[in-house]
């Protein structure tokens, strides 16, 4: 694959991946309009929604202007919530399409081909539902979206190993492939010795305990939405949708999905979280008020449970279980290290700082602004959530290090 076919590829691959999604949300949108509108709204609304949800899904803040909904006077605000449903497909998209261009013999014209033709179109977007009620900047809509595409292309291209459509297709590996997990290679072997020695086992133990309390969250999620289906279905029919706007909330709260399992790890974790500023949830305690009327919203717990705290258990545990079952991967950080104690608070500090920051980061994504006044804040507080989780994770895998990474008495074993 030469330097202009790449180019070229990545180029039409996102703008296949912008009309994919923007259809997406087009095509019932446009169902509705057209069965049940009754003409006093234009067939544009249904693009200006769906391009403003893509646009908020990579990451574009959208400045609403004061005005009048339902009745109801709001004043200015920004919205900043990403719909990780919509987020996260684009994201796998675009890794799947830079794990195929890694098998090109020049990757940065792809980089450049796919960043180009992504921020290009999302700013044509842009401009084409631009409105006064609602500003999305003047060049954030095309920065913004080229730079998440263009980063999960390159990452995607970098990482692993080469796609091959079938065995000897792939030629000469590209030099920039080359050049720059040779310097990853180089930065992880100037990391400090005691860092580098724990990285690996560490990474294991901090990441087993997120993707744990991210499917703990999931099942939270779905018992509360069986437990809690009848005020959920007392909240649609409250709202008097139609069938085609019943499905269309549901599609809508699909896409919020990914937000809440991470409300619900947190909550796990004992921090909780914010349906607005000063309201809270947790295994404790929850103070909410008003809700945006979304069914979903009415499977969440109004009040907290004596033995909430125990849900604490979950990243707990899942650290001890992660500690003994990556010993096979400490046989280095055994060597090197003289005292268990020194090996252990090595170990536990790494996978602690690991599942904090990426807890942190969970948080942060799933946050945001969603409306005027109080709703200016929905989410997690993120830093809580990752100190909480270091702390979660910090003292059962010290604990448990001390027993599995006793230092070598020998030489080093041979397997």
């Known amino acids: 694959m030469n330097r202009g076919l790449s180019f070229a590829i990545a180029a039409l691959q996102a703008l296949i991946l912008i009309a994919s999604v923007v259809g997406l949300v087009v095509a019932p949108l446009t169902l509705a309009w057209f069965i049940e509108g009754d003409g006093s709204t234009p067939w544009i609304a249904t693009v200006q929604v769906a391009g403003y949800a893509f646009l908020l899904a990579t990451g574009v803040p959208l400045q609403i202007q004061p005005g009048q909904l339902v009745g109801v006077v709001f004043d200015e605000f920004t919205m900043t919530f990403l719909p990780l449903g919509l987020t996260l497909v684009m994201a796998l998209v675009a890794i799947r399409i830079g794990h195929r261009l890694s098998a090109a013999s020049s990757l940065w014209p792809a980089w450049i081909g796919g960043s180009a033709a992504f921020g290009g179109a999302s700013y044509a977007l842009s401009t084409l539902i631009a409105n006064e009620a609602v500003l999305a900047g003047d060049w954030e809509p095309l920065f913004i979206p080229g730079l998440f595409f263009g980063g999960f292309l390159f990452i995607a291209s970098i990482w692993g190993n080469r796609f091959e459509l079938f065995a000897g297709a792939n030629g000469e590996e590209a030099r920039e492939r080359v050049a720059i997990r040779a310097a990853l290679t180089k930065l992880h072997g100037s990391l400090h010795w005691s860092i580098r020695t724990a990285l690996a086992p560490a990474a ?23 437990v809690g289906w009848l005020e959920v279905l007392r909240l649609y029919q409250g709202l008097g949708l139609s069938l085609l706007g019943g499905i269309m909330v549901t599609i809508g709260q699909l896409a919020l999905l990914p937000n809440l399992i991470v409300y619900a790890a947190s909550w796990i974790s004992g921090v909780g979280f914010a349906i607005g500023t000063g309201s809270y949830v947790s295994p404790l305690a929850s103070q909410l008020g008003p809700l945006p009327a979304l069914p979903v919203f009415a499977a969440l717990p109004a009040g907290g449970f004596d033995r909430g705290i125990l849900f604490a258990l979950i990243p707990i545990l899942t650290a001890l279980a992660a500690t003994i079952l990556v010993r096979k991967f400490t046989a280095q950080l055994r060597w090197e290290y003289a005292t268990r104690f020194s090996a252990a608070l090595a170990l536990s500090f790494v996978s602690a700082a690991i599942s904090g920051l990426l807890a942190t980061l969970l948080g942060l994504l799933a946050s945001g ?47």
Request: charged content about 10%; glycine content about 12%.
């Open 369 to 415: 602004s969603i409306g005027p006044g109080r709703f200016e804040f929905m989410g997690v507080d993120s830093l809580m959530f990752g100190l909480v989780v270091f702390l979660e994770v910090l003292i059962p895998v010290f604990l448990a290090a001390l027993v599995v990474v006793s230092p070598h008495q020998g030489p080093l074993e041979r397997k």
């Open 204 to 226: 294991r133990i901090g990441a087993s305990v997120i993707v744990m309390l991210i499917l703990s969250g999931a099942v939270v999620i779905g018992l509360a939405l069986s």
